[in-house]
């Protein structure tokens, strides 16, 4: 399994990298943690002929680091997700993300992967896209015209397909830091740990007492995209925490979930568990401490 | 869990003293290991080797209608292209079938398939090149024109009139057929006050060595000799194999096997690609290298496991059983493997169900398929698995139905411990085994009763735990009734050199081989007991046809039985020689004299009277200071076949406890214990760790593993992504026990443990879930039991 | 298409210069090219871990990086850490407990080992299982893995290293 010849680049500027993607266009693939991307180079699944190292831009601002600044907390591209996993700033102020990471594959993949790396690329069970369309964050593109800003919940628009425009790159992604009375919980469902997820759920609210407001509810795995539950987020909101609450936010979601059958689980099967999870969610999101 | 393995130190009825031997001695070969400095053979460097890669057929089942090679031969770095035809021209065809196997019969198969693909991933073509990257390379230049045919992949309908049969002059798609029957059985069936009856199915799954299949191949042309380096567990059978097929006289031919990263049963039989790659060698002259990459493993190493068995279980209102029945159907992929044939997985089945149990009537049906899918063969605990799996489930359902507990309905039909010498319903001979011994202190072990009463609690509280047992005997120590007298030039015997080396060490040469289960540290704790040295004078060498003794290797749980009797009967004779000369260098009569800690002392008045280095001194350079018609001898060899019985069967039961979460379907292990009675145990640290590893690859079956093939036959899960192995996450920690009935076939008294934890792992856990879904009337019986089979059991989804 | 590149990795401790194609990974420079063969690909897509090896002081996958990424930067494999005597106690309750068989998953189990007693010296059982569930052993059951890492944890953490 030995990946093809490919050219390399590894660009020491943005300018050098937005050339290097204009004139090679189709045939230019970056390469940040390269923990997705090498594996589909080894099993020949994609035949780059350049990629484009972005690793060496690592000192941009605009790319990395984690950041608070007036309510908002940025996380550049090429932030890893044992970066995340460490961050004392995402622990208290983006918690779904710290609740995340620990989910993401192992330590060595993530001691190397990028947060950019997985937004860009969109897997439907991956765990930030589904965080930040749960947390309704905006991810930044640059380009050589400058940035672009798109909300996570319009950002992802197909299996592996988002709005990232040909000479584009993933710059960073905002979130609101967590305001006081807010609660998120991240919960996924995998045979072992470390898998890609049958299914997970990214529940966010504001809870008072045991009322639920501002909420929002999305799911991994349940569709080509992170799927935004409107009508389940809709039967919670304002509504207090109790049997039939919960009933009415599991009822809501086979219209509105499109899972597709897979190797170990068919349609119905990941329906049930985004129902029983969606319970379990909701009882996390409302007990004390979470 | 610190707790070490359990140290039964004196294996009562042996005429071994202890020494070392029942001691949990770490393994000196590990350390090497440990640094990162072992010898895998892709470790191996040899000079103008060259890389192989195979071009493979991505349809289950096509005629080749046009290959062209061309363009790869042109691509940089390659060095030659090969058809099947060009390998033909030096290597002959092989078809596994064996003569005990009544009727069982395959095609012809050829090392590069010639006109038709047979399953997806058969090697068409292979190009070779400077670098695998380049080879590769080369491959997607080759340009293929397929006819694609039928592929019939439902077992089902297999032997349907209608459906094509994938080799016509065979006549059907039938492999093996095979019916037993005791006699009496429908009567038995008739007077039962209960029949319960049900269908298991196992999914087809396979070994997952984490080092792949590799081997070098090196032809001299000038000597007519092949030299191969090859990760196998019996180099003596690939050499026989390798003269025949490609006519170079026996003796020319030498396999070698250095260190081996995991094999079970995968690295022991015939591969077409790699024999393939010693016919490459022949073509080239060269050395030349084939390594299965991750990938090609998943569609190339044998498969395994692939059954349907319908079972029903006769017993009386009081719990007796009074007969098994089954109908097992398997399939196979589209040639029976050579030369150990795809029929005997199957055979054990019906050899092997309801074994631990007195009943005296049984009748099994067997149906052996070809399929267009990978090929099928022995691979850990053979059959096994699915005869306990059977065994094991019918008789928890009928527990269920009869209300009584699992562990009474076993207690009141296990053979008695002193029932023995017996032979089973199915014709097994059974020297001594301990099922009432293994079920009392297993219980005793798990504190039965209070898990059972930990479990009624917890599902007051809606938390649905479940306990399962698993009876089981084993195969181990197999004489030439399991291939030999077939025809197969398998050995069932080995052989043990020891020489006593000038300086007063000893080499230990033997013809079992090592993949990590510590053959070589047993081997030495024998020879240093026997002998009388410490373990670091002795120095195994294993995995060269060329230094020793001929011998079968390491399969069927054999290797410390049988390799270890050699090496025992060897030390023997090499210290009676050794004392000849001591005796002739002090002028004392030999029976006054014995060794320890290596030096000969007067056993009479217990002084040291010399180091055995002084023997090695005198018996190699000083001769002539010996009497005149005396002659040194301190080399010696011996060898070992199990004769009395056609298989050493041992025994043991294992018990799984389980929590399902009845919403998810997900089941979390919580314990796992086994009681396994093999004999001797040589060094119980080693012996339980194979346990240990045995169980959790039976896990694997039953929770996680399954190679999925869609209906026209794409192997829909090769990659470790999505082809799921256990992983240290969600492994319960395993308590090891053990009782001890030493074989008397053999001074040392072990027998076979390898393969043990493989073979009742599965029915622990299947019956460990059914326990805890019976609350809710809902049972599962097709491996790997995945949430959606769960939950559709519960009738959640 | 694509010539070589030059690299100067600090691998063990050494400066290597060596000129390799982009697409080259880790482990087969490392394996082939130096003639380190401790670091073992088992599967070149990420998963069994037999790959584990040090880059920059992280536990890395040496199949799903390229070469060309590690210029520059130190790498670390089993033989360097071995000589070093970093790793002596674990490979001494490795060799005690016989946490390894076949050997093939040793270096890259040993790598993470050690990750985990560098960043997590309070873990307990179930959280060593975790940390190590990156890396496939298919021989021992990984029980007496799990146990040799609890040992030298407490020896660790009591400042006894064996």
């Known amino acids: 399994m030995k990946a093809p010849q490919f050219d390399y680049a590894k660009p020491a500027s943005l300018a050098e990298a937005f050339d290097l993607l204009e004139r090679h266009g189709d045939e230019a693939k970056l390469l940040a943690g390269g923990q997705t991307l090498m594996a589909t180079l080894n099993m020949r699944l994609s035949q780059p002929g350049i990629l484009i190292d972005i690793t060496g831009l690592a000192n941009l601002a605009a790319l990395s680091g984690i950041r608070a600044e007036a309510g908002r907390v940025s996380v550049g591209a090429l932030t890893t997700h044992r970066q995340i996993e460490r961050s004392e700033l995402i622990a208290q102020q983006v918690t779904m993300l710290a609740q995340a990471v620990p989910h993401i594959a192992h330590i060595a993949i993530r001691n190397v992967g990028t947060f950019g790396g997985s937004i860009a690329f969109a897997d439907p069970a991956a765990e930030y896209p589904v965080c930040a369309v749960a947390l309704n964050a905006d991810i930044v593109l640059v380009s050589r015209q400058g940035e672009r800003r798109v909300p996570a919940r319009q950002f992802f628009k197909a299996l592996y397909e988002t709005d990232l425009k040909p000479g584009e790159m993933v710059a960073r992604a905002e979130f609101n830091a967590q305001p006081p009375g807010y609660r998120s919980v991240f919960m996924e469902l995998a045979r072992r740990h470390g898998d890609y997820a049958i299914v997970g759920v990214a529940a966010h609210a504001k809870v008072t007492g045991n ?20 009508k389940a987020m809709a039967a919670l909101e304002g509504k207090a925490y109790a049997p039939d609450t919960v009933a009415a936010a599991q009822a809501a979601l086979a219209g509105e979930l499109d899972p597709s059958d897979d190797l170990y689980s068919t349609t119905a099967t990941k329906l049930h568990l985004a129902r029983v999870l969606t319970g379990r969610a909701l009882a996390a999101l409302t007990q004390p401490g979470a | 869990m610190n707790a070490r393995a359990e140290l039964p130190v004196v294996a009562p009825g042996t005429r071994t003293d202890t020494g070392y031997i029942g001691k949990s001695i770490p393994r000196a070969n590990a350390k090497r290991l440990l640094q990162g400095r072992g010898a895998y053979t892709d470790d191996l460097r040899f000079p103008r080797l060259a890389h192989i890669v195979y071009f493979r057929s991505p349809h289950a089942h096509a005629r080749i209608v046009h290959l062209d090679l061309s363009k790869a031969k042109q691509s940089p770095g390659v060095i030659a292209v090969f058809d099947g035809r060009a390998i033909a021209t030096v290597c002959t065809p092989w078809v596994g079938v064996l003569g005990h196997l009544k009727g069982i019969k395959s095609a012809p198969q050829h090392p590069v398939a010639i006109e038709r693909a047979c399953w997806q991933g058969e ?53 093996f057929h095979r019916e037993l029957d005791t006699g009496g059985v429908d009567d038995a069936f008739s007077r039962a006050d209960l029949v319960v009856e049900e269908t298991y199915h196992f999914g087809r799954h396979t070994g997952v060595t984490l080092e792949g299949r590799s081997i070098v191949a090196d032809y001299n042309p000038a000597q007519h000799t092949l030299t191969v380096y090859q990760a ?25 096997t250095k260190d081996v990263g995991g094999s079970f049963g995968i690295k022991v039989h015939v591969y077409p690609d790699e024999v393939a790659a010693a016919a490459i060698s022949v073509l080239l002259k060269r050395p030349v290298k084939f390594v299965a990459d991750r990938m090609e493993s998943f569609l190339t190493d044998i498969h395994a496991r692939e059954h349907r068995v319908r079972a029903r279980l006769a017993l009386t209102k009081e719990g007796e059983f009074l007969a098994f029945e089954i109908d097992d159907l398997t399939a196979i992929g589209p040639y029976s493997v050579y030369p150990r044939t795809s029929g005997i997985e199957g055979n054990q089945v019906v050899n092997l169900t309801g074994g631990p149990y007195a009943h005296k009537q049984y009748r099994a049906r067997l149906d052996v398929v070809f399929t267009n899918k990978n090929v099928t063969c022995q691979y850990r605990a053979v059959g096994h698995p699915v005869a306990v799996a059977v065994t094991e489930g019918i008789v928890d359902l009928a527990a ?182 001591a005796a002739a260098m002090l002028n004392v009569d030999k029976s006054t004299l014995d060794i320890t800690a290596n030096e000969v002392f007067d056993k009479i008045t217990g002084a040291t009277r010399m180091p055995l280095s002084e023997v090695g001194r005198v018996g190699y350079f000083r001769p002539d200071t010996l009497p005149m018609t005396f002659q040194a001898e301190l080399t010696v060899t011996r060898h070992y076949t199990p004769r009395t019985y056609g298989f050493t069967f041992t025994n043991g039961i294992q018990a799984s406890l389980v929590e399902v979460d009845p919403d998810t379907g997900f089941v979390k292990l919580l314990k796992h214990w086994a009681v396994e009675d093999c004999g001797t145990v040589l060094n119980p640290m080693l012996v339980d760790e194979q346990m240990r590893g045995g169980i959790v690859q039976g896990i694997g079956a039953a929770l996680f593993e399954h190679c999925i ?89 | ?65 390229l ?60 959280e060593i299982r975790e940390y190590m569930s990156g890396n496939y052993c298919r021989c021992t059951g990984y029980q007496a893995i799990v146990d040799a890492v609890e040992e030298v944890l407490a020896a660790r953490k009591q400042g006894v290293r064996a």
């Open chain 1, 211 to 230: 009322l639920l407001s501002d909420v929002s509810l999305a799911y991994l795995g349940m569709g080509g995209i992170p799927m935004l539950a409107r």
């Open chain 2, 400 to 581: 269920l139905k009869l209300g009584m507990d699992p562990a009474e309905l076993r207690r009141k039909n296990l053979i008695a411990d002193d029932a023995y010498p017996c032979t089973s319903a199915s014709g097994m001979k059974f020297e001594l085994l301990s099922h009432h011994q293994c079920l009392d202190k297993l219980l005793a072990l798990m504190d039965y009763r209070k898990l059972r009463a930990e479990q009624a609690e917890l599902r007051t509280q809606g938390v649905y735990r479940g306990i399962g047992l698993a009876a089981m005997i084993e195969v181990t120590n197999p004489s030439p009734a399991f291939y030999g007298v077939g025809g197969a030039r398998i050995s069932a015997q080995d052989g043990a050199t020891l020489r006593l080396e000038p300086t007063g060490m000893v080499t230990v040469m033997v013809s079992v081989t090592e993949q990590g289960q510590g053959t070589e540290a047993v081997f030495a704790q024998i020879a240093a007991t026997v002998l009388g040295l410490t373990m670091d004078k002795i120095k195994v060498v294993t995995g060269d046809t060329e230094v020793t003794p001929y011998g079968g290797g390491t399969w069927a749980s054999r290797g410390a039985g049988i390799g270890g009797e050699a090496v025992l009967q060897a030390g023997k004779a090499l210290k009676s020689n050794i004392l000849d000369v």
């Open chain 3, 67 to 126: 070469v060309v990424q590690t210029d520059g930067k130190r790498v670390d494999t089993i033989e360097g850490l071995s000589d070093s005597g970093e790793l002596a106690d674990l490979q001494k309750a490795f060799h005690e407990h016989n946490a390894l068989q076949c050997g093939f998953c040793t270096p890259g189990m040993l790598m993470a080992a050690q990750d985990l007693l560098r960043e997590k010296p309070d873990a307990n059982r179930d």
């Open chain 2, 232 to 256: 196998t567990q019996a180099p003596h059978m690939m050499q026989d194999v390798f003269s025949r097929h490609l006519n170079i006289p026996e003796a020319n031919v030498r396999v070698v």
């Open chain 2, 709 to 797: 093939y869609s209906e026209d036959g794409q192997l829909q899960n090769g990659n470790l992504a999505d082809y799921l192995v256990p992983m240290s996450g969600e492994m319960p920690d395993m308590l090891i026990a053990h009782v001890s009935s030493p074989t008397k076939t053999s001074e040392l008294g072990a027998k076979g443990a390898g393969e043990a934890g493989t073979a009742g792992a599965p029915a622990a856990v299947m019956n460990a879930i059914n326990d805890a879904l019976a609350p809710f009337q809902a049972r599962v019986t097709a491996q790997p039991f995945t949430p959606e089979k769960i939950l559709r059991a519960l009738g959640k989804v």
């Open chain 3, 1 to 65: 298409m694509a010539g070589k590149r030059q690299t100067a990795i600090i691998v063990n401790g050494v400066t290597e210069n060596r000129a390799v194609e982009p697409r080259t990974h880790l482990i087969d420079y490392l394996r082939d090219e130096l003639g380190l063969t401790g670091a073992h690909a088992g599967c070149e897509h990420g998963v069994c871990g037999a790959c584990t090896v040090r880059v920059d002081g992280q536990i890395v996958r040496g199949c799903l990086t």
């Open chain 2, 123 to 175: 090697a068409v073509a292979a190009i070779v090149a400077e670098t695998r990257a380049q080879a590769e390379d080369a491959l997607q230049l080759v340009e293929a024109e397929w006819e694609e045919l039928p592929a019939l992949t439902d077992m089902e309908t297999a032997l349907a009139p209608g459906t094509p049969v994938i080799h016509p002059e065979l006549g059907d798609n039938l492999c």
